[in-house]
Each structure stands twice: as C-alpha cells, then as structure tokens.
C-alpha cells in the first residue's frame, strides 16, 4: 500500500515539473511576443501615418513605396528574429532567466515554433493596415477578430486531440486566417486601388 502511494505521489510530481516546465516555456514565447509586437506596432504606426498622407494626396506611387518599404522591414525584422531563435533557442531562454536544463529543453522545440508562427501573425497584422488604407474596413475588421479569436479555439481543440502539438496551436490558428483571408479576399473580388 504504501508502494502505491508513493508511485501515485510520483507520478502527481512529474506532472507539476512538467506543468511547470510548459508553463515557463509559455511565458518565454509570449516575452518573444513582446519583441515582435515591437516591430509589428512601429512598422503599423509609420504605416498608418505615412500610408494616410499618400492616401490623401492620392498618391498612388507614395503608397507603394511606403507599403514597400513597410514589408521590407517587417521581413528583415522577422527573418533575422527567426534565425537567431532558431540558431540557439537556448541563449533566448537565458536572456529570460532559464537556468534550470529540463527548463532550457523544454523551451527548444516551444520557442523555434512559435518563432516560425509569427511570421505569419506579422504579415497579417500589416496587411490589416493595408485594407484599412484602401477602405476595406470590413476586412481590417475581420481579420482584427480573427486575430483575437482564432488562436483560443485552436489551443481547446488541439488540447483535447493531441496535446502533444500543443505549441503548434498559434501556428495552425494563424495559417487558418491567412486562408480565410485569401478565400473573401477572393470571393469578394477585393482590389487595393485608391478611392
């Protein structure tokens, strides 16, 4: 009896180190998150501002140049981001205070995940702006929802499926808005001209 109680105590521990693990992991994704906002938020701003002064001259060429060199960035940004996450995962959960190795393990495959799942959340930040500076603002709309809404229900349905693919949640959830994304843009027959 006494046996079983200690395997049952056991097994309760190695799920809270694994709990705590994945919860220390999580938090170093979204602290990673903090540093795309970063690049998402002043790209958006000098978009919005520079693209709306363009928009109100009508300047069509002014735009493109803008919305270029807009992308540009966020690519340059983005890549060089990924790259050194990808490299050495390890010297990132560092930075944010991983000293413990199942810790540091445990945030390898987390983080070069979610490095890769915000290339896509980058571009479809941006591209909202985009919409919103040719006056599609029921897309900009949509895919400000989508944004917010898409992910929660990915995690659940993963979770209960294969929580095993758990880090892949933000991925899938982030791929998924892209389609739906491109299908109304489609579907609506959706033209970036200047009203």
């Given at each position: 009896m006494y046996w079983k109680k200690n395997v049952h105590f056991l097994s309760i521990m190695q799920d809270v180190t694994l709990f705590t693990e994945c919860i220390f992991a999580f938090a170093v994704?979204?602290?990673?998150?903090?540093?795309?906002?970063?690049?998402?938020?002043?790209?958006?701003?000098?978009?919005?501002?520079?693209g709306a002064i363009q928009v109100g001259k009508h300047n069509v060429e002014g735009l493109q140049t803008v919305l270029r060199k807009s992308f540009r960035f966020i690519t340059i940004a983005v890549t060089i981001t990924c790259l050194f996450v990808w490299i050495d995962p390890q010297i990132i959960a560092a930075i944010f205070g991983a000293n413990?190795?199942?810790?540091?393990?445990?945030?390898?495959?987390?983080?070069?995940?979610?490095?890769?799942?915000?290339?896509?959340?980058?571009?479809?930040?941006?591209l909202m702006i985009v919409y919103k500076l040719h006056g599609h603002h029921h897309m900009a709309l949509f895919i400000s929802f989508a944004l917010s809404l898409t992910v929660i229900p990915v995690l659940w349905i993963i979770s209960k499926t294969s929580p095993s693919l758990l880090w892949y949640s933000y991925l899938i959830a982030y791929m998924i808005e892209a389609v739906l994304i491109f299908t109304l843009h489609k579907w609506q027959h959706i033209r970036f001209k200047l009203q």
């Amino acid at each position: 009896m006494y046996w079983k109680k200690n395997v049952h105590f056991l097994s309760i521990m190695q799920d809270v180190t694994l709990f705590t693990e994945c919860i220390f992991a999580f938090a170093v994704c979204m602290n990673l998150l903090q540093v795309y906002n970063l690049f998402i938020s002043g790209t958006c701003q000098t978009l919005q501002s520079l693209g709306a002064i363009q928009v109100g001259k009508h300047n069509v060429e002014g735009l493109q140049t803008v919305l270029r060199k807009s992308f540009r960035f966020i690519t340059i940004a983005v890549t060089i981001t990924c790259l050194f996450v990808w490299i050495d995962p390890q010297i990132i959960a560092a930075i944010f205070g991983a000293n413990n190795p199942d810790y540091i393990a445990e945030t390898d495959s987390a983080l070069r995940i979610f490095a890769l799942s915000f290339i896509p959340f980058c571009y479809i930040y941006v591209l909202m702006i985009v919409y919103k500076l040719h006056g599609h603002h029921h897309m900009a709309l949509f895919i400000s929802f989508a944004l917010s809404l898409t992910v929660i229900p990915v995690l659940w349905i993963i979770s209960k499926t294969s929580p095993s693919l758990l880090w892949y949640s933000y991925l899938i959830a982030y791929m998924i808005e892209a389609v739906l994304i491109f299908t109304l843009h489609k579907w609506q027959h959706i033209r970036f001209k200047l009203q």
